[in-house]
């Protein structure tokens, strides 16, 4: 009993490795397929002056995609930099015979090396063909796509100061017409002050305040008058409505007592002129 479950234990170990084993293998089949081990890759050699910006690892870019990366790199007893490109399968087409690689620096932090594939040849690259990098001084092309920027805002800032320092319509010329504006002013200012100080001024100012005062007073007792004489008026209506009364009861008395026999006979109603004889 003990040995066959010894032999059991053991077959089940034998399992589970051979089932591990297998499993690492697919990976490491799967991870190698990914990295492009069994594509029909495109193996070139290329040579550089110098080492500076170049790393193991570093990615092949075209048009900002990657099609490839540095594979391996090695210093030459001549001191001379050789290395060598690994380009995918399906970006065999773009090695064309011609086609040159440079360091870039589009990005923003550190270099790139780039493909610039030659559109007048369809011959492609053959394996382990040499190609020369070249263009590996970085900070002169920095500096030339900074004065490139440059220059243009530097040309900007000097038109604007064309415009500004302009005699005829810049900023001189508006200084000037300020100035000309502000000794206009002054001289004004002077003017009326000096006529302000004449004595005549004062003189003349004294009598229109004399006179003033004059028209206010008079303007005041007319206003009184016209009161009084708007009270007047009224009495003297009331008067006249009152005699007004007075004769309209004379005449209805008057009209009463002649009605009566002695009135008629005292007083006889007067004929008019439009009566007949």
């Known amino acids: 009993m003990t040995n066959h479950a010894s032999a059991h234990a053991l077959r089940n170990l034998l399992l589970i490795s051979a089932v591990a084993l297998a499993l690492l293998l697919g990976f490491g089949f799967w991870l190698g397929k990914k990295q492009g081990a069994f594509d029909n890759n495109l193996d070139l050699r290329f040579s550089a002056s110098s080492g500076e910006h170049l790393n193991i690892g570093m990615k092949l870019m075209y048009q900002g995609f990657p099609i490839g ?13 050789e290395g060598r490109l690994l380009v995918r399968e399906k970006y065999r087409p773009l090695a064309t015979q011609g086609s040159e690689i440079f360091l870039s620096n589009s990005q923003l932090v550190g270099a790139q ?12 690259l053959q394996p382990n063909q040499l190609l020369v990098l070249a263009h590996q001084n970085l900070a002169h092309e920095l500096e030339q796509k900074i004065l490139d920027r440059i220059d243009p805002a530097l040309n900007r800032v000097m038109a604007m100061s064309a415009e500004v320092m302009d005699q005829h319509k810049g900023l001189p010329a508006t200084l000037e017409h300020i100035n000309a504006t502000l000794v206009s002013t002054e001289k004004l200012l002077n003017s009326l002050n000096a006529r302000a100080q004449d004595p005549r001024v004062d003189h003349l100012m004294s009598h229109l305040d004399e006179a003033s005062a004059s028209v206010v007073k008079t303007a005041e007792l007319t206003e009184k008058n016209m009161a009084q004489t708007k009270l007047v008026l009224e009495s003297t209506k009331q008067t006249l409505d009152s005699v007004h009364n007075l004769v309209n009861r004379s005449n209805d008395t008057l009209d009463d007592f002649r009605r009566g026999t002695l009135g008629r006979w005292i007083a006889p109603a007067r004929k008019s002129a439009s009566s007949p004889p």
């Open 113 to 124: 090396l780039a493909w610039k594939k030659n559109e007048t040849s369809t011959d492609s």
């Open 69 to 81: 990366h540095v594979s391996a790199l090695e210093l030459r007893p001549d001191g001379t930099i």
